[in-house]
């Protein structure tokens, strides 16, 4: 029997292929490359070892998570039901009350990624209605978030609280007002004016969410994040941060008041309608949470790591922004100039992913560097010298 032919289905995703190209022209394709990380801040990549400037396992902690340590791992190795049905184990209480007592908060409640913490929290606490101020900055989860939630969605100028101010006192005729920032952003490494947009919410009458997923474990004492650090915890009702960061481990949780809690126990969707964490994944959480309490030297050698070559680099003319911590741009610009240069230097030994938009705004592609307690000195060194030599070949 001869075969019918389906030119209808093949032409289907015509359009499909036709976008991929245009990204492909645009230097915007993003594709997957086999990565595993090895110790000291090295990887291995496409068969070759690199240093690893990318990585958000700051603390290197995952270098030292041990699951043959954790008692009765083997029967906390797979996933059950969601937490409402039969899925909440005991070790989601003991992170959560790790966490909790960490942030200063009365209680804390794990969900399954960041992302999904976001887009679960931002519409359980707002909705039609209301009103979202956002930093133009912050990570696509809390814009999800904002998006799902049917609030209106205002966002302000970067980091700038007169900014936020004017739009505060433009916008009246809302139910709630809510403020969402993250404190140390992902892509550009700087901070945000915290104690500013406290003294803004305390004046009119908003909510204010902070997401310190690249801040926890490397800010505050015992690795608290910077609300904390900046003695804020009072003020910040809704605090967000992941374990899949500084932990280097995975998920995420929210801290604040138990009224909170128990109100998204019960509201944010992306925690009500999925599977709860593999067991092992909380009891190695809170191996990762206990670590980065008790070694302050990880904070210290990252902190020294990222001041040393974020330095270097600004001594060699290069442009990062206006980073202060562990995360630093190199400002490109330009699309394919960027991924030029993540591919040279990766051809001499770097790991360094070039980021594009969407995930930053139109011309503002840029190199992003991560730095890690663990990477060596001399390589930091040598780096920077392969990075300044790279750029300007370029
Ligand atoms: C600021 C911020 N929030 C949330 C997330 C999402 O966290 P996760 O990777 O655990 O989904 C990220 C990570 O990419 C992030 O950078």
């Keep these: 029997m001869s ?5 209808e289905r093949r032409s289907r995703f015509d359009w ?3 976008e991929l190209t245009e990204l492909r022209n645009q230097s915007l394709y993003r594709s997957l490359r086999d990565a595993t990380p090895l110790k000291n801040g090295k990887l291995l990549c496409d ?4 240093l690893n400037l990318c990585s958000n396992n700051y603390l290197g902690i995952s270098d030292d998570l041990d699951p043959l340590s954790v008692a009765n791992a083997s029967e906390m190795v797979g996933a059950t039901a969601s937490r409402l049905i039969v899925g909440n184990h005991p070790s989601f209480g003991k992170l959560e009350q790790t966490i909790a007592e960490l942030k200063g908060a009365e209680a804390a409640l794990v969900f399954s990624t960041g992302y999904m913490a976001n887009i679960g929290v931002i ?7 209301d009103i979202v101020y956002s930093d133009r900055l912050n990570h696509a989860s809390i814009i ?3 998006r799902l939630s049917g609030a209106k969605l205002v966002r302000y100028r970067h980091n700038n609280p007169d900014d936020l101010k004017r739009l505060l006192e433009k916008e009246t005729s809302y139910r709630r007002k809510l403020i969402v920032t993250e404190s140390l952003f992902s892509m550009d490494g700087d901070i945000a004016p915290l104690e500013r947009i406290v003294d803004l919410k305390n004046t009119y009458g908003a909510t204010l969410m902070v997401d310190e997923a690249h801040s926890s474990g490397v800010y505050g004492e015992y690795g608290a994040g910077l609300v904390n650090e900046l003695q804020l915890v009072d003020d910040v009702e809704v605090q967000m941060g992941t374990f899949s ?3 280097g481990c995975f998920g995420a949780y929210v801290a604040g008041d ?3 809690i128990d109100y998204l126990v019960n509201k944010a969707r992306s925690f009500i309608y999925t599977t709860g964490l593999p067991p092992i994944i909380n009891a190695l959480n809170t191996q990762a949470v206990e670590i980065a309490k008790k070694d302050n030297w990880r904070r210290i050698q990252l902190h020294e790591n990222a001041l040393f070559f974020r330095g270097q680099l600004r001594k060699s003319n290069l442009d990062v922004g ?3 911590s562990q995360i630093v741009p190199l400002m490109v610009g330009d699309d394919e100039k960027s991924m030029v240069i993540s591919q040279r230097l990766f051809d001499n030994g770097i790991a360094a992913v070039a980021i594009r938009p969407p995930t930053v705004p139109k011309n503002s592609s840029r190199l992003r560097f991560s730095l890690m307690a663990t990477h060596d000195r001399s390589d930091l060194e040598r780096a920077v010298e392969i990075i300044a030599e790279t750029v300007g070949d370029v």
């Design 3 to 7: 075969s019918i032919p389906k030119p």
């Design 16 to 18: 499909i292929a036709d």
């Design 258 to 260: 138990q009224r909170l």
């Design 47 to 50: 068969g070759r070892e690199v």
């Design 245 to 247: 960061k500084a932990y």
């Design 123 to 129: 519409p359980a606490i707002s909705g039609s209605g």
């Design 144 to 146: 999800d978030g904002i």
């Design 322 to 324: 206006q980073s202060q």
